[in-house]
């Protein structure tokens, strides 16, 4: 075998050998891509099973239930009013869906409030756009006289009044009243539509942790999860009253 007949029989193995790992390479990248379609989709029908389940679960609950918000800090139990219809069932769908979970406090002021609900801050990437997201919808204002920002108050927050002169709240993001002296001023402006039963100490807690510039914890403070508090939890219908009409007329029947 000449030489040069050598070299060109390795240049040409070098190139199969290239178009071969190509083609793999290429391979790899296409069941990467279907996999993961596969996990979103797998994700999207998951999501919409919850949403399904919370509306279902919605309508049967008491007029003014207790959620229980569990965080890396503590626990707070919230109260929603029946007379903010709009805002009670929002933070319901939300809740009942998983929405919530995972989300932080992403905006804490002692002596005055703090924040969460932003979907964005469970991206680590979208810190700069923290208290900029939301579900995708506002909620129409429900602003009533005898709702204060007392002490434990839970609100929903919104874009100002130059941006948004009807009031409309955020989709998703509230605020707890921690110093209802300082939150006086936001009476009539903003919508209250629950209130702290249980936690009160748990607003104190997370509103004296350290912040950056920004207001945001230097320490994450984690909403792990909200969920119905046992005592709201819909008692399961009660199908022994039917069974006497059932036999009866199963008897009438013979």
Do not use: W
């Amino acid at each position: 075998m000449t030489h040069g007949l050598f070299k060109s029989l390795c240049a040409a193995a070098v190139v199969c050998i290239a178009a071969g790992c190509g083609s793999n390479a290429k391979k790899a990248e296409a069941e990467k891509a279907a996999e993961q379609a596969r996990l979103d989709s797998l994700k999207q029908a998951e999501m919409i099973q919850k949403q399904k389940d919370a509306e279902e679960m919605i309508g049967k609950l008491e007029a003014e239930p207790v959620f229980v918000i569990t965080t890396n800090l503590g626990i707070i139990k919230v109260k929603l009013y029946k007379n903010t219809p709009k805002h009670r069932e929002n933070f319901e769908k939300l809740a009942l869906s998983g929405f919530y979970d995972g989300l932080l406090f992403h905006r804490v002021i002692n002596g005055f409030m703090i924040q969460g609900g932003d979907p964005y801050t469970k991206d680590t990437s979208m810190v700069a756009k923290y208290g900029q997201g939301g579900p995708g919808y506002t909620v129409p204002a429900e602003i009533l006289p005898e709702y204060r920002h007392k002490k434990g108050a839970l609100a929903a927050a919104r874009r100002g009044d130059a941006a948004n002169p009807a009031r409309e709240s955020s989709g998703s993001q509230f605020y707890l009243v921690q110093d209802e002296n300082a939150c006086a001023q936001l009476d009539g402006a903003y919508t209250v539509f629950g209130e702290t039963v249980d936690g009160l100490n748990v607003i104190d807690k997370i509103a004296q942790v350290a912040t950056d510039q920004r207001d945001r914890p230097v320490s994450d403070v984690r909403i792990i999860s909200v969920k119905l508090d046992p005592s709201s939890i819909p008692a399961p219908a009660d199908t022994t009253a039917a069974a006497p009409a059932e036999k009866a007329a199963e008897e009438a029947g013979k």
